[in-house]
């Protein structure tokens, strides 16, 4: 069997279709980890090292992407084409790798631009690697958001009350 990660639940139902019996298509619904706010989840003096938390929403589906991944002879991560979703893959790769459950298995990055039946079975039958220089434009705008926001933010919210928080980009402006 095949083990198909998707971001969102609409996609895998309808790629699902698309790909058959010998295909199961499970949703991580968007990231699966994030730096927890707690200091010291980006450490810039030991080479930005990150601390990475299992987001709360994420853990249900974990479980079923995990438990499928168990009986898969090949997963196959199909997120979005872009930075966000190079990232996410790279994520799901990571967290199955922690689970100990890759070993012996076919690991496939396949992107897709449309949701169609053309655009998907191409996609399966053109397989390639995670993209390291989009999970690196990931990691430096997530260190970022994270050094500069979490140091700007609280005196953003003594000048503007009710403003929420502070990044790179706000960060030039304030």
């Known amino acids: 069997m095949n083990l198909v990660i998707v971001e969102s639940p609409a996609k895998a139902k309808t790629i699902n279709k698309y790909l058959g019996k010998d295909f199961t298509v499970l949703a991580s619904y968007g990231h699966i980890r994030d730096l927890p ?27 079923e992407i995990t438990d499928v991944a168990k009986e898969s002879d090949k997963i196959i991560l199909a997120t979005d084409p872009d930075r966000e979703g190079e990232a996410i893959a790279w994520h799901v790769k990571e967290f199955l790798d922690e689970k100990k459950l890759l070993k012996g298995k076919k690991i496939e990055r396949v992107v897709f631009n449309e949701i169609t039946k053309k655009a998907v079975t191409n996609g399966i039958e053109n397989p390639r690697e995670i993209e390291d220089h989009l999970v690196d434009a990931y990691m430096a705008r997530r260190a970022l958001d994270y050094l500069v926001g979490f140091n700007i933010s609280p005196i953003l919210w003594t000048k503007l009350p009710g403003s929420k928080s502070a990044g790179r980009v706000q960060s030039v402006a304030l």
């Open 37 to 63: 706010s707690k200091n010291g989840s980006v450490d810039p003096d030991n080479q930005f090292k990150m601390i990475w938390e299992i987001d709360s929403f994420s853990k249900k589906y974990l479980k």
